[in-house]
């Protein structure tokens, strides 16, 4: 019996898990401030927007330039969807998702790598 809720127990770490590595969204961090990519909170907007700092993001993430204005319409648009930049991200190849956080990453970002594996 006791081996039985082990087992289910293991097996909801790793369904919360798998399903947290799947996702298109991320969280970044910089300056003790912290949001998801797709977040609509005054933070993302100082930070990654007001900044300056996604036009250097996407620049160095070197993507197709019809993927950069989508990423920068998707995070800085005053009339922001969720969930068309999450379908943007989504339809990026892994390598090109690599690319733009380590672009993150290049401009002082920090990435949450769980939320994102």
Known sequence: MMNKHILIGIF?????????CGSSNFLVYKDAKHFYVTSNGATLKKVLCESGD???????????EAT????????????K?????????????????????????????????????
Do not use: H, W
Not at 12 to 20: K, Q
Not at 54 to 64: K, V
Not at 91 to 111: C, H, V, W
């Open 12 to 20: 909801a770490v790793l369904t919360t898990l798998t399903a947290g």
């Open 54 to 64: 996604i036009n250097r993001i996407l620049t160095d993430s070197r993507l197709p």
């Open 81 to 117: 969807v969720k969930e068309r930049l999450l379908a943007t991200l989504e339809d990026m190849t892994p390598e090109q998702r690599s690319a733009l956080k380590l672009a993150f990453q290049a401009n002082g970002y920090q990435i949450n790598t769980i939320a994102n594996c």
């Open 68 to 79: 950069q204005k989508d990423l920068y319409e998707g995070i800085c648009s005053s009339n």
